[in-house]
């Protein structure tokens, strides 16, 4: 009988688990077996894998993280590790391969199509830094998940009259920051997409001291902060110098990964699982399933690669104008 294979790579993010389950239950209906592939290329290589039955995949739909587990596997770089690999598929009659991760792993699922293994790509990143996709899994269960804790800190800021520096995730990408700085209400939003200038938010923190504000949010991707030397720890040391308010920074790091995944995330992991397994039931190879405009479609992987995404600067121009 034809197999299916399934793989988690790079980067963990929540609905993963939702991708997974809606890959072998789609790839069941269509009467393949499935095979998951454990800890992305790693499995592949070393064949390490578990048949999934549609059984495996119950009560795990709102789980965060991967039951296949998740690494990066720096060999699958090389040209004859990939051949190795697509010997293994064939060893195992695999008819094609969904790969669940970011650029890094489309680049591995593309190597693997190039040596003859169909493959499709889904995007799997908090990050939401692929260009083919206005959508990524687990984007809004993190978005969510710090938009949470920041407003736990605004409750301690609030009484201590504080200013918060709080640095969010997103990789090289500010839109974590920008939208959940749009969420609850920042007065500034730092990323790299836009220009920032610290005496400027200095002077807005100021002017609205002025109006009777008395604490202040500010979110800072973590972009930002890997390029500053004491990252949003000196931003924060800057703020407290320039208006003497006592401002505390806080790095929210891996809690924006885990938990179990919105609404939004299993409903999109749902359907880009079902669509991905579509394409290699029909025959299609090399592709990477994206959202545009709220519909699942598909790109080539080559183009996807190359394609870029910008930034949201009207949402950003809102934010700024209002936090007065
Ligand atoms: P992400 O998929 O989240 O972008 P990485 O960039 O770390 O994460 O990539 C994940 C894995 O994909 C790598 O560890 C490697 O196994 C594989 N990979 C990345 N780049 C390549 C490449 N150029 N060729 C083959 N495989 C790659």
């Not at 790693?42 to 709102?62: E, F, Q, T």
Request: proline share 2%; hydrophobic share 40%; with cysteine.
């Amino acid at each position: 009988m034809d197999r299916i294979g399934v793989l988690t790579s790079g980067g963990d993010a929540p609905g993963m688990n939702a991708a997974i389950r809606a890959v072998t239950r789609a790839a069941i209906a269509k009467g393949y077996e499935v095979v998951g592939f454990l800890r992305g290329y790693n499995g592949l290589l070393n064949n390490k894998y578990m048949s999934l039955s549609a059984r495996d995949v119950s009560d795990i739909i709102h789980r965060g993280g991967t039951i296949l587990y998740t690494a990066r596997c720096l060999e699958f770089k090389e040209w004859d590790n990939v051949v190795k690999g697509k010997e293994n598929c064939d060893d195992l009659f695999l008819k094609g391969l969904v790969v669940i991760g970011g650029d890094g792993s489309f680049r591995g699922a593309l190597d693997l199509t190039k040596a003859g293994l169909p493959c499709i790509g889904i995007p799997g990143t908090i990050d939401n830094d692929i260009g083919c996709t206005d959508y990524t899994i687990g984007y809004d269960t993190a978005m969510n998940t710090a938009m949470e804790m920041v407003d736990k800190i605004r409750d301690t800021a609030q009484s201590h009259d504080r200013c918060s520096v709080i640095e969010v995730m997103g990789n090289k990408a500010g839109w974590i920051a920008l939208n959940v700085g749009t969420a609850v209400g920042a007065m500034a939003i730092v990323t790299m997409e836009a220009e920032y200038n610290i005496d400027e938010i200095v002077g807005k923190i100021k002017a609205t001291q002025a109006t009777g504000k008395q604490h202040f949010i500010i979110v800072v991707s973590e972009g930002v902060a890997a390029k500053i030397d004491g990252g949003s720890d000196y931003i924060a040391k800057q703020i407290t110098q320039k208006t003497g308010i006592e401002s505390r920074a806080t790095v929210l790091g891996h809690v924006q990964r885990g938990g179990n995944p919105t609404l939004r995330d299993r409903l999109v992991a749902t359907e880009m699982g079902y669509y991905a397994v579509d394409l290699l039931d029909k025959g299609i190879g090399q592709r990477v399933v994206g959202q545009k405009d709220g519909k699942v479609c598909d790109f080539g992987i080559v183009d996807a690669l190359q394609m870029t995404k910008p930034f949201d600067m009207n949402l950003y121009r809102i934010a700024d104008e209002i936090s007065l």
